[in-house]
């Protein structure tokens, strides 16, 4: 259940959820998509949305948030984690879908993805950020774990450990 009562189903993204996830990039404005892949972006090429819906499940996770629109399924949110056991570092994105957002969807999340990345034995995540991004910012304290920001080469970089702090 999210802010304002409304009600998704969350579930681990498919290979047969290419669809959904090419109608979610379209809904999403230039700036959620900037926030996103921290450039314009105008589509997503094959290759990236193959990358997107056919994961492992353990070094890389990804969880949907799937509504029910024009009577049929639609994602309007997407949190992911991708491990690389060279670095034993994760990196960890989340997207709300413009009409979506502010409601607790993507702090529900990417709570969750940071879970599954627990019960999978990851413990320290590594992201980019846009340096403009205050929401993840927000969320990212909301939270509650242990987050540290760097900012090397013009970049803001964001760290988290996923042990809560008590």
């Known amino acids: 259940m999210l802010d304002g009562g409304k009600e998704v189903f969350l579930r681990p993204i498919l290979p ?3 669809f959904m996830l090419l109608d979610l990039f379209q809904k999403l404005s230039s700036e959620s998509l900037y926030l996103r892949f921290l450039r314009p972006i105008a589509s997503l090429p094959e290759d990236l949305l193959f990358r997107l819906t056919h994961i492992d499940y353990n070094e890389s996770f990804a969880l949907v948030a799937v509504i029910m629109e024009g009577g049929r399924e639609s994602i309007i949110a997407v ?16 997207v709300v879908r413009d009409d979506w957002q502010r409601l607790g969807l993507g702090k529900s999340l990417l709570s969750k993805i940071y879970d599954i990345g627990r019960e999978n034995g990851i413990c320290r995540f590594v992201s980019v950020i846009a340096p403009t991004n205050r929401v993840i910012k927000q969320i990212l304290k909301k939270l509650g774990y242990k987050v540290k920001y760097s900012y090397p080469s013009g970049a803001t970089q964001v760290e988290v450990m996923v042990q809560k702090i008590q």
């Open 16 to 18: 047969k959820d290419s």
């Open 79 to 94: 949190a992911r984690y991708s491990y690389d056991p060279a670095t034993y570092i994760a990196d960890a994105a989340v």
